[in-house]
């Protein structure tokens, strides 16, 4: 059985950081494609970040680009988003999600957490 568990979410003000946590079980980062999306109330989900699971190369979109940083630990199966200069623009339930292939659609990934609210304030 896959289960995907993030956590980290919180409040915080504008300008400060947070670091979100995935942790995998029945499947392993080292061998799939694992990805962070995050919807925000009323809007769909939409795509944050992504890491090759072969080379470890990771994708932004661009509205966080200089501002997250995704990485892995594959001895802990684990992913992590870093979140530097938060912005009220960034509130939304964040989700971590694993998939064979690099992709920006939430469509194309196999599994998915329960997500993590992150609040930004003004």
């Known amino acids: 059985q896959v289960q995907l568990v993030e956590s980290g979410g919180g409040l915080v003000q504008a300008g400060n950081s947070l670091r979100l946590s995935c942790v995998a079980s029945?499947?392993?980062?080292?061998?799939?494609?694992m990805s962070w999306f995050r919807q925000a109330p009323g809007k769909e989900r939409e795509f944050v970040s992504d890491?090759?699971?072969?080379?470890?190369?990771?994708y932004y979109t661009d509205s966080v680009k200089g501002r997250f940083t995704m990485s892995k630990d594959n001895a802990k199966n684990t992913v992590y988003l870093q979140m530097n200069s938060l912005e009220p623009e960034d509130t939304a339930v964040y989700y971590c999600?694993?998939?064979?292939?690099?992709?920006?659609?939430?469509?194309?990934?196999?599994?998915w957490g329960q997500g993590t609210q992150v609040t930004v304030s003004s």
């Open positions: 029945g499947i392993s980062v080292s061998t799939w494609v």
């Open positions: 999600g694993a998939g064979s292939s690099l992709s920006r659609s939430d469509q194309l990934y196999s599994y």
């Open positions: 890491i090759n699971w072969a080379d470890s190369r990771t």
